[in-house]
Nanobody, 115 residues
């Protein structure tokens, strides 16, 4: 399994970013996918989940209404559109798939929200 995140960067409060996660090494279209984040000194937290077909999504209360998770099964890619970003969204964002009784992680992409 390989998960490669991209799209992070520095953005001002109120701005937007779109994260991508390219997946390989497994049958992407049959697995739920998740985005997590980890801020300095804090535990990793679940941000959003999307079902295998893209028909169901769930969000942490802290990002509901601002973030949108989506996927393109033809491209083996999951996305996280982040709007109205706040300084408290600053974290390393990780793509995740739970497969064969284990969590699989990408290397993460840094998102920094600051003026």
């Amino acid at each position: 399994v390989q998960l490669v995140e991209s799209g992070g960067g520095l953005v001002q409060p109120g701005g937007s970013l779109r994260l991508s996660c390219a997946a390989s090494g497994f049958t992407f279209s049959t697995y739920d996918m998740r985005w997590f984040r980890q801020a300095p000194g804090k535990e990793r937290e679940l941000v959003a989940t999307i079902g295998s077909t893209g028909g169901s999504t769930n969000y942490a209360d802290s990002v509901k209404g601002r973030f949108t998770i989506s996927r393109d099964n033809a491209k083996n890619t999951v996305y996280l559109q982040m709007n109205s970003l706040k300084p408290e969204d600053t974290a390393v964002y990780y793509c995740n798939v739970y497969r064969l009784y284990r969590n699989n992680w990408g290397q993460g992409t840094q998102v920094t929200v600051s003026s």
